[in-house]
């Protein structure tokens, strides 16, 4: 693990404007884990990786928001669980957009690890991510000890072993994304989740149909996650596109966020058999009522129409294609209701 850290590198773009949205992109990055590690310093879920990998932030985050971050980590990660039960973990997990996403370490510590995990972000984001892997033993350990094969493939912008691998990449470059994921020996053939956390929405909808089409074409069995925008169309979603506007982060697939109709049909309509959606509200008021107590009693909530506000206006997707003799299509929302 000591080899050198090159500078970070910038993705390469075709104008100025299109550098600055990037930018504005990969600040969300910033933004995100902050207050996933905020929530978590609070109580609402237990990671004991994330301060390993980010900052806590000196600005105390809205109970609202921390109860957003709550809902959005229990919803994916039931839709993980319910994915490696069914598959009973010969599969392949691929992140793209992972940000300083830890489930990586939290499933090996609860022994669900895939076959092989994959992260893929923007070449600077995998840079500063692998900085603190490289630092930090608690992350760069359970990395080495899983690797039986000889020394780790690593650089400035990836890193690849047995189980887990880590790639700069840009997700709008389909073939470069491709190239990248056969050298680190992604598996065409093993059942596969491919996950999206806000990630989709900033790109063009060509783009993101090029990308969820890409998905739905290169593996026989799989399933794709997506939790990003809905209900843009109204006055709180302008208000929404505004404030990232006035960012330098502009929300270029937002057309797509009408509606959980409109997110069902991108799915469907590039090679998704078939396709489910829930806004975090709805998820929300099912979540266990134990838990839901739990955490409602961590802080007080002043105006509980501004979480659902917030809560109406994200959504959990989720599709799946192939895989029949493994129950994939019968992943469906109660499966993102259970508590383990």
């Not at 969300?28 to 609402?44: H, I, L, N, P, Q």
């Not at 900052?55 to 994916?76: C, D, M, T």
């Not at 972000?121 to 899983?146: A, G, N």
Request: aromatic share 8%; hydrophobic share 35%; proline share 3%.
């Amino acid at each position: 693990m000591a080899a050198g850290l090159r500078k970070p590198a910038l993705t390469s773009c075709s104008s100025s404007a299109s550098e600055t949205d990037d930018e504005g992109v990969r600040g969300t990055c910033e933004d995100a884990s902050m207050c996933k590690r905020f929530a978590v310093s609070v109580g609402y879920w237990d990671d004991p990786y994330i301060q390993h990998l980010v900052r806590l932030s000196k600005e105390r985050k809205a109970p609202e928001i921390n109860r957003g971050y709550f809902a959005r980590v229990h919803g994916i990660s039931q839709l993980i669980k319910a994915f490696l039960r069914k598959t009973e973990c010969h599969c392949q997990i691929i992140n793209l957009g992972a940000g300083m996403d830890t489930t990586f370490w939290t499933l090996k510590d609860h022994g669900l690890l895939p076959r092989k995990y994959f992260e893929i972000d923007f070449p600077t984001i995998v840079s500063r991510k692998l900085h603190c892997i490289k630092c930090k033993p608690v992350l760069s350990k359970p990395i080495v000890e899983l690797h039986s094969e000889g020394t780790l493939q690593i650089d400035g912008h990836m890193l690849d072993s047995k189980r887990y691998a880590i790639i700069g990449a840009d997700l709008r470059d389909i073939p470069e994304l491709e190239d990248k994921l056969k050298k680190c020996n992604v598996n065409t053939q093993l059942p596969t989740l491919l996950i999206t956390e806000c990630v989709l929405v900033y790109m063009s909808p060509e783009q993101s149909a090029n990308l969820i089409k890409w998905a739905a074409s290169s593996f026989g069995a799989a399933m794709f996650v997506n939790y990003e925008q809905v209900n843009m169309g109204d006055r709180f979603g302008h208000i929404m596109i505004e404030n990232l506007r006035r960012r330098q982060c502009d929300l270029a697939g937002v057309e797509i966020c009408k509606s959980l109709e409109s997110q069902k049909e991108r799915l469907l309509s590039n090679g998704w058999e078939v396709a489910s959606a829930v806004d975090m509200m709805e998820l929300y008021s099912q979540l266990p009522r134990a838990e839901v107590s739990r955490i409602e009693g961590l802080e007080f909530l002043d105006e509980m129409e501004l979480l659902e506000q917030l809560m109406q206006h994200y959504c959990l997707c989720w599709a799946t294609k192939g895989g029949s003799e493994l129950g994939l299509k019968e992943i469906t929302y109660s499966s993102v209701q259970g508590s383990g």
